[in-house]
């Protein structure tokens, strides 16, 4: 009791913000997740999943924390450098075969497969020295060698939502607990061979120690992972992921899909690994294990998670779930009917792979048994005709992946328990050291059904699409790069938002110049086309209209020293319904980062203004944000935005990160819909960060 008095009085005060690492390494932490600010505002366009951003993000932190000694780096090791293709990784190593071991970061810029923008990201991620420090499991050992690392982050929006006005005695809808969201996260490390770690949080709106959350946190993650036990490659007890082939069956983390990564659109075998994620319930709890049969590795899994879901059915006597009609995915329980829907129902997995890997060439068989303690019944639409019901579900599935010279093939085709089959293979190929291309055609059936899937694709579910993308890399020019895709798809079967078979295409072409290693530009432009129902017609409810989303965008950074960098942007989109008038919208921001002087501060200051027609020209912006998160807001009506960011280092182990921001429209009364409706014309947040490293 006394225990949690404290921890309830002290959390306000801890959350707001300190965090730690050496200020040279922590600057080059924080700009290597910067470096992927382009490919998260891509995913974002189309897709809001911010537990995969931070996903990402912690991803991204472990391995700038824990970098690749790429001198000595097998293939296997290489590739948790995931953003990285077979081609690249292949270069790597055979630049280092033919000159030698690589004394600094400069000799990344003259490996063929690396352009300018690749070496500058993979110098962040990555050693020189020719050590491989492998320690022996020992009790002395764990605190000789072994690294932690505690964060701690809270949010808080000053204006006063909807949610939070509405009371239980009326009747109404509300938020039940308070507004502030706080965050703990822990990681333990002994060098590459033991890994354990927790996460606490409470969204905002969540109940804090009292009512359905009476054990504090409303999401708690934990896991203990140990590598390399004799013939045990890897041993999890606890939560994780699991990404086997190209996903059709199981891929249960971060995917790029179509972004302007356009070459790496073959993910990395990854198998099993700790789950440092804040989804609740897309993830696995129990254990799982690989064994190294070299050149075969077998994989189990068994899971058995609570997860979310509204429940529609309820035996009246036991007071046991019957049946659902949908899975929840937000994770957020704040109001009395999310609590109602949280840990609703039970999921039962097991799953197991077999893959055979040479050096050229890799095979897998991936099979996964899913049960559910409850029957899963969707309301039955149109749309929905195929989507799974029932309590249970199987998927087998067979990938390949196949390198000979310059060119790798690679694919995987799955069934599902019902039949249903989704086929995905593609090529990719370097033509020149400067120019690279890559194929792909997929075909999944509208009846085919995997709980767990997330292969490359233009809907969220792999069924009812057939589709041909094609992307390409091309350096015609030291400091010039030219990139682009085109994605042809067709939906054979309804969808959500359109009552016939439809089809789309999306275009997208940038060019990247890097005149010197204090200026980067680039140039993008995107052109998306879609059907789906015409809105503007009442008197057919099946005709359905053409929608063109067009968007083009100017980015610069400008190092003006080493205490000052600006970045600018500005971006266009037109939203065109072929049946309704054009919406247009622009963005114009201007970003600083500067640190004065020998202060141990950083300063990250933006200010921002924006102007759409409505909703349909909305645009995205990446935004600078506590270490361990991506800010990705979309910009609709007419106003501005500002933040203000600062990182303080007061000594070696300790950072302080605070940011204030606000977003002013100048065109509306009220911010926001339903309980997180705000009235008035602004919205802000303040943010904070401790993170301590020992």
């Given at each position: ?391 249970s579900n199987y998927d087998l ?11 790798i093939l690679f694919g995987e ?9 989704a086929v995905l293979d593609g ?268």
């Amino acid at each position: 009791m006394l225990f949690r008095n404290i921890l309830r009085a002290s959390l306000p005060l801890l959350f707001s913000g300190i965090t730690g690492i050496a200020a040279n390494a922590q600057d080059s932490i924080e700009n290597a997740v910067m470096s992927f600010q382009e490919v998260v505002t891509e995913i974002a366009s189309h897709s809001e999943d911010v537990a995969s951003y931070e996903e990402l993000s912690n991803m991204l932190i472990d391995l700038a924390t824990n970098p690749v000694s790429i001198n000595t780096a097998t293939e296997e090791e290489l590739e948790k450098l995931f953003w990285l293709n077979e081609f690249q990784i292949h270069g790597i190593r055979q630049y280092i075969g033919m000159n030698g071991p690589m004394a600094t970061r400069y000799e990344l810029g003259y490996i063929p497969s690396l352009t300018e923008t690749d070496a500058k990201i993979l110098s962040a991620f990555v050693t020189f020295d020719m050590s491989k420090k492998e320690f022996p499991i020992k009790p002395a050992s764990y605190f000789q060698y072994d690294r932690h690392r505690l964060i701690l982050r809270s949010t808080f929006i000053p204006e006063k939502q909807k949610g939070y006005q509405n009371s239980e005695d009326e009747g109404t809808n509300h938020f039940t607990g308070s507004r502030p969201a706080y965050y703990i996260r822990y990681n333990y490390q002994l060098n590459s061979r033991i890994y354990a770690g927790f996460t606490a949080e409470k969204d905002a709106g969540e109940q804090f120690f009292k009512g359905s959350n009476r054990r504090g946190f409303d999401f708690y993650s934990y896991y203990l992972q140990v590598n390399k036990v004799k013939l045990f490659k890897t041993i999890i007890l606890g939560d994780y992921r699991v990404n086997f082939g190209q996903g059709l069956v199981v891929w249960s983390g971060f995917n790029f899909g179509k972004s302007i990564s356009v070459i790496n659109t073959l993910p990395h075998n990854s198998g099993i690994n700790y789950y440092q994620s804040l989804d609740e319930n897309n993830f696995f709890r129990g254990t799982a294990f690989t064994i190294n049969f070299k050149p075969v590795e077998v994989s189990f899994w068994y899971s058995r998670n609570r997860i979310d879901a509204n429940k529609t059915e309820i035996d009246t006597i036991t007071g046991k779930v019957m049946e659902v009609s949908a899975l929840q995915n937000s994770g957020i329980h704040a109001t009395p009917t999310d609590i109602d829907d949280e840990n609703a129902i039970r999921a039962h997995v097991a799953g197991t792979n077999i893959t055979f890997n040479k050096t050229n060439f890799r095979a897998g068989i991936t099979g996964i048994y899913v049960q559910y303690s409850a029957s899963l019944n969707p309301k039955l639409q149109p749309y929905s005709y195929y989507i799974f019901r029932g309590r249970s579900n199987y998927d087998l599935s067979v990938d390949y992946r196949y390198r000979t010279g310059n060119l790798i093939l690679f694919g995987e085709g799955a069934v599902s328990q019902n039949g249903g089959l989704a086929v995905l293979d593609g090529i990719q190929t370097t033509v020149t050291s400067r120019l690279s291309f890559n194929l792909l055609g997929r075909c999944y059936q509208r009846n085919y059904q995997a709980m767990y899937g997330k292969a490359f694709g233009e809907n969220t579910r792999n069924n009812n699409e057939a589709g041909v993308y094609m992307g390409f890399e091309c350096k015609p020019l030291k400091y010039i790069e030219l990139s682009g895709y085109v994605d042809v798809f067709s939906f054979p079967w309804l969808t959500y938002g359109a009552d016939m078979p439809s089809s789309g295409r999306d275009f997208l072409a940038q060019i990247t110049l890097n005149p010197s290693n204090r200026l980067q530009m680039y140039l993008q432009y995107r052109n998306k086309n879609k059907e789906q129902n015409d809105s503007a017609d009442n008197d057919s409810k099946n005709k359905i209209c053409r929608v063109t989303s067009n968007r083009l965008r100017y980015h610069l950074a400008y190092t003006v020293s080493e205490h000052l960098m600006l970045r600018s942007r500005i971006e266009i989109t037109i939203y065109n319904n072929e049946t309704s008038s054009v919406s247009k919208g622009y963005y114009l921001g201007q970003g600083i980062e500067w640190i004065p002087g020998k202060l141990p501060l950083k300063i990250y200051l933006q200010y921002a203004l924006f102007d759409t027609d409505d909703y349909n020209s909305r645009i995205y912006a990446y935004e600078n944000d506590l270490l361990g998160t991506f800010s990705i807001p979309s910009f609709a009506n007419k106003g501005y935005r500002t933040y203000l960011m600062v990182k303080y280092t007061p000594f070696k182990q300790f950072d302080i990160w605070l940011k204030y921001g606000i977003t002013q429209y100048s065109n509306v009364e009220t911010v926001g819909s339903g309980l997180y409706e705000i009235q008035g014309n602004h919205k802000s947040e303040i943010k904070a960060e401790l993170m301590l490293k020992f």
